[in-house]
């Protein structure tokens, strides 16, 4: 059964790192791209980047300076870490699949809010 | 960046109406994607490749367009059908959303 859930504090500082974990199971990160997209509180969806199958990463350009993604293989994780935080930060963080169709499954989500 | 714009914003069908809302896009893209999200549920895959119906989605729901302008339709508005719809694009990066359409049963 494919799932996927995220993981993380529930409350960071401004100025300081996010750092999240997407777990799944049902698939491998070895044959499956995994997206990270947000969605502020009461308002849209953005996507924030993904790492494909092969390891590469590909950024939404108004996060790139900030934002990284990597995986463990091994343990099925993606990380998520994006430095510099403020608080229009604070939003539900999705990790979603791309499976036979794009986006076809979506973790739980994650709220992270940004205050001090 | 390719902008999407979903309209309308907002609206509310009575049970059994039809409903088409759309999708249009700043630049031709290849095919748009639409999710639904319930309160505050995490979105769920409706439609992929502009018009293939996703597994277990009721067939009251197709989409159709090309180019830059895109349509996503329920034949016989259902309560369950309330939510809030996103179409998506995958043409270029930044992968991006549209707004959102908030439909509502009357």
């Known amino acids: 059964q494919v799932q996927l859930k995220e993981s993380g504090p529930g409350l960071v500082q401004p100025s300081q790192t996010l750092s999240l974990t997407c777990t799944v199971a049902?698939?491998?990160?070895?044959?499956?791209?995994v997206h990270w997209v947000r969605q502020p509180p009461g308002k849209g969806l953005e996507w924030m980047g993904v790492?494909?199958?092969?390891?590469?990463?590909r950024y939404n350009s108004a996060l790139k300076s900030r934002l990284s993604i990597s995986k463990d293989t091994s343990k099925s994780q993606v990380f998520l870490k994006m430095n510099s935080l403020q608080t229009e930060d604070t939003a539900t963080y999705y990790c979603a699949r791309d499976g036979e169709q794009p986006f076809d499954y979506w973790g739980q989500g994650v709220m992270v809010t940004v205050s001090s | 960046e390719i902008v999407l714009t979903q309209s309308p914003t907002t609206m509310a069908a009575s049970p059994g109406e039809k409903v088409t809302l759309t999708c249009l896009a700043s630049s031709s893209v290849n095919y748009i994607y639409w999710y639904q999200q319930k309160s505050s549920a995490s979105p769920k895959l409706l439609i992929y490749y502009t018009s293939s119906l996703a597994s277990g989605v009721p067939d009251r729901f197709s989409g159709s367009g090309s180019g830059t302008s895109y349509s996503l339709t329920i034949s016989s508005m259902e309560a369950e059908d309330a939510a809030i719809y996103y179409c998506?694009?995958?043409?270029?990066?930044?992968?991006?959303f549209g707004s959102g359409t908030k439909l509502e049963i009357k």
């Open positions: 998506l694009q995958l043409t270029s990066t930044p992968f991006t």
């Open positions: 790492i494909w199958n092969t390891g590469g990463t």
């Open positions: 049902g698939f491998s990160l070895t044959s499956y791209n």
